[in-house]
């Protein structure tokens, strides 16, 4: 049997017209699928395109905004001319800055440029903060919220919300008034925040805060942090920036303004006396002694023996505000080595109760100056050390040291007739003057001879007394003052059993032997006063720096 071979494929064979449209099929949707990719990839570079012009808008929009904020450049601190140097130049030029206080609800509205400490930062939210800002006293809140409208972006809250607190800025914006009251402020308007520039960064961490330094007592008993005195002394430089010392030191100087006000209107006319002395000008051991160009010599305790000098010289009426060196071993809260002496020195007619007369004017002069123009300042201080106003009459107590004797007698207390009164003493009769004649402020006089300056006047009438007297305020001295001996054989006399070398001071001397009129003055430390006027418990309160046996810097 015969058989033909085998085509294998014969029995999968596909005519033609069949094989022809399954290619077709094929090639369409294969060209599909190359449309398809096509139009999403032209899809995607229209997207990606789109995106960029996005990102392109975006970046000079935020390069725009970021002009708006960030750090001041040295260069541009350089005191430069090239109001170009930088963008704060850029955005300060033509402006003036405004002091803080100063900002009031007059103001809104109005666009200003303010410059301050941070004091404090609230975060609300990425968007928005509230910044404190502290010149001297007075505090702003600055609130920084993101406005396409005022140009403020997340990066501007971001960048003041890292401000480290103490730093200084530069705030630009527009006065409005809050909706509420501003509890962490002092001024009652806010500013809406347009620019800020870190002008000058403080530490991160700092060893003392400006919040803890000013803590009253009653603060610190509820818990908050405060400070120790040692401390707040040490870093001086941030506690003299808290309220109350604002208040403190502007109060020292409206003293001495009130001081050279009523003198100079008296006739009086200020000098300056030489520091450095070849003796020493009140006696005894508490000098500070040094060498002076191979000669011994030392820091004058007063400028007592030149004012005199001066008034021999026919100066007449003379004052001075001056350093004054003691170098006593005091740890006491009213003693320093170093403080500001206010003195006077002035020819008398006949008798030294002129000298007290002129104490008794001059003082409340000052004082009344300081109430009228100090009452921010008061009520600073009194917020953190809560004190009474000081009680003085129009026409000021004058009492004898005899006088003083017989209340404290009478009280009670024993002191000695012949001797200086101690600080106990002094404040017990404070305290019965101030009941009996509703006065803080008296002047004690004809003080026993044993307890005063070789240099004062003996009493005609009993030479065991002198023309000589202390003044008080709150039971504490703050002046003493005198008659001065004008005849040099008694001078002399008197040196030598003081224990002076009378070699020293022979210049002093001699200067009465060429025509002496009778004069008298007194001396007064500037930093007592402030600290008994304010009421304090410490004269490193009202020291800028102070200086006490332990205490050499800052």
């Given amino acids: 049997m015969s058989s033909e071979p085998e085509n294998p494929s014969s029995s999968t064979a596909t005519p033609p017209e069949e094989s022809g449209e399954k290619i077709s099929k094929k090639a369409a949707k294969k060209e599909a699928a190359k449309l398809e990719k096509l139009r999403r990839r032209q899809e995607k570079e229209e997207e990606e395109e789109e995106a960029s012009r996005k990102t392109a808008s975006l970046s000079i929009e935020e390069e725009s905004f970021s002009r708006n904020h960030g ?15 930088g963008k704060w130049r850029e955005a300060v030029e033509g402006k003036e800055w405004t002091d803080v206080r100063e900002l009031v609800e007059a103001m809104a509205g109005t666009e200003v440029l303010i410059r301050g400490r941070v004091h404090t930062y609230r975060h609300v939210s ?30 501007m809250v971001k960048f003041v919300r890292q401000l480290n607190r103490e730093s200084f800025v530069d ?35 700092l060893p003392l805060y400006v919040e803890d330094a000013a803590r009253s007592e009653a603060d610190i008993q509820a818990g908050k942090p405060g400070a120790n005195q040692d401390t707040r002394l040490n870093f ?43 003796g020493s000008s009140e006696g005894g051991s508490a000098v500070f002694r040094l060498d002076y160009k191979g000669q011994p010599a030392c820091l004058a305790q007063s400028p007592q023996l030149h004012k005199q000098m001066a008034i021999c010289a026919d100066f007449e009426r003379v004052f001075e505000v001056g350093a004054v060196y003691r170098a006593e071993d005091s740890f006491t809260h009213r003693h320093l080595c170093e403080f500001i002496g206010l003195d006077v020195e002035m020819a008398i007619h006949k008798h030294y109760s002129e000298i007290m007369d002129l104490v008794g004017e001059l003082f409340p002069f000052i004082f009344n100056k300081i109430n009228e123009n100090c009452q921010k300042e008061l009520e ?41 009164l101690n600080t106990e003493t002094e404040r017990k009769l404070g305290e ?3 009941e009996k004649y509703d006065t803080e402020f008296y002047i004690l006089h004809r003080y026993p001879s044993a ?39 008694l001078l002399t006399e008197q040196a030598k059993r003081f224990g002076i070398d009378v070699e020293t001071i022979k210049t002093y001397i001699d200067s009465f032997r060429y025509g002496a009129p009778p004069h008298g003055g007194f001396g007064v430390g500037l930093e007592r006063v402030v600290m008994l006027f304010c009421g304090l418990n410490n004269i490193r309160k009202t020291s800028l720096f102070s200086r006490d046996p332990l205490r050499l810097a800052p």
């Fill in 432 to 434: 019965l003057v101030r």
């Fill in 451 to 489: 307890v005063r300056p070789f240099y004062t006047m003996p009493c005609a009438d009993d030479p065991n007394y002198s023309n000589s007297f202390d003044v008080f305020i709150r039971g504490e001295e703050i002046i003493s003052g005198a008659q001065r001996v004008h005849d040099p054989e």
């Fill in 71 to 85: 750090d001041v450049t040295l260069n541009e601190l350089k005191s430069t001319e090239d109001p170009k140097a």
């Fill in 126 to 155: 990425s968007k928005k903060g509230f910044l404190i800002v502290r010149q001297k006293g007075s505090k702003v809140q600055c609130v920084v919220a993101e406005s396409k409208e005022n140009h403020v972006s997340v990066d």
């Fill in 236 to 278: 001086r430089v941030i506690d003299l920036r808290t309220p109350t010392n604002q208040g403190i030191f502007s109060i020292q100087s409206w003293i001495q303004i009130g001081w050279r006000e009523c003198l100079l209107r008296k006739g009086f006319i200020e000098i300056h006396s030489p520091k450095l002395l070849a």
């Fill in 380 to 420: 600073a201080i009194r917020k953190q050390y809560p004190f009474q106003p000081l009680k003085f009459l129009p026409k000021t107590l004058k009492l004898t040291f005899a006088e003083g004797i017989q209340m404290l007698k009478e009280a009670g207390v024993q002191a000695d007739p012949l001797g200086d």
């Fill in 171 to 205: 705030v630009i914006g527009y006065v409005v008034l809050p909706k509420d009251p501003v509890t962490g402020a002092t001024q009652q308007v806010e500013i809406q925040v347009r620019k800020v520039y870190c002008v000058n960064s403080a530490l991160q961490m």
